[in-house]
């Protein structure tokens, strides 16, 4: 079953349609590298990217919103996951010096060149790069 029906059927607010999103990732991870989902009620839009088991959300109240097949969001996120800089720090793409780090640049960080990689089982061995498979690219 996809994940987008596992929200749909669970959730009643965007809100808790991120925690079921954000719950399933950091269990099963995301294949592909990455992924964006918009999840919205009359209410607010959320908007979540996720790559591999780490993930960041904003949202948004009141707009329209466009999205592309790149990561938008840089450091102006509301939450994200847990281990979200330890991660970037121990796979090399982020200084572990940096004291006290509270937010870091997603899209920067966790950004890749490539959407659909040969080997989507070694998420830790691709350089970090700022865009996602961009129109240059294609």
Same mark, same amino acid.
């Given at each position: 079953?996809?994940? %987008?029906?596992?929200?749909?059927?669970?959730?009643?607010?965007?809100? #808790?349609? /991120? %925690?079921?999103?954000? $719950?399933?990732? #950091?269990?099963?991870?995301?294949?592909?590298?990455?992924?964006?989902? +918009?999840?919205?009620?009359? &209410? %607010?839009?959320?908007?979540? #990217?996720?790559?591999? $088991? &780490?993930? =960041?959300?904003?949202?948004?109240?009141?707009?329209y919103t466009v999205r592309t097949n790149q990561f938008q969001i @840089?450091? !102006?996120? +509301?939450?994200?996951?847990?281990?979200?800089?330890?991660?970037?720090?121990? &796979?090399?793409?982020?200084?572990?010096? =940096?004291?006290?780090?509270? $937010?870091?640049?997603?899209?920067? =960080?966790?950004?890749?060149? #490539?959407?659909?990689?040969? !080997?989507? +089982?070694?998420?830790?061995?691709?350089?970090?790069? %700022? @865009?996602?498979?961009?129109? &240059? /690219?294609?």
């Amino acid at each position: 079953m996809p994940i %987008e029906a596992n929200i749909l059927e669970r959730a009643r607010t965007a809100r #808790e349609g /991120v %925690e079921i999103l954000t $719950k399933l990732t #950091e269990k099963y991870g995301q294949a592909w590298n990455s992924i964006m989902f +918009e999840i919205g009620d009359p &209410q %607010e839009l959320w908007i979540v #990217e996720i790559a591999n $088991k &780490q993930w =960041v959300a904003r949202r948004y109240t009141n707009c329209y919103t466009v999205r592309t097949n790149q990561f938008q969001i @840089t450091d !102006d996120y +509301e939450i994200c996951s847990d281990d979200l800089i330890t991660y970037a720090q121990a &796979q090399g793409w982020l200084s572990r010096n =940096v004291p006290n780090t509270q $937010k870091i640049n997603f899209r920067a =960080v966790y950004g890749t060149i #490539e959407l659909y990689p040969s !080997d989507n +089982e070694n998420f830790a061995s691709r350089p970090a790069v %700022e @865009t996602l498979y961009n129109t &240059q /690219v294609r």
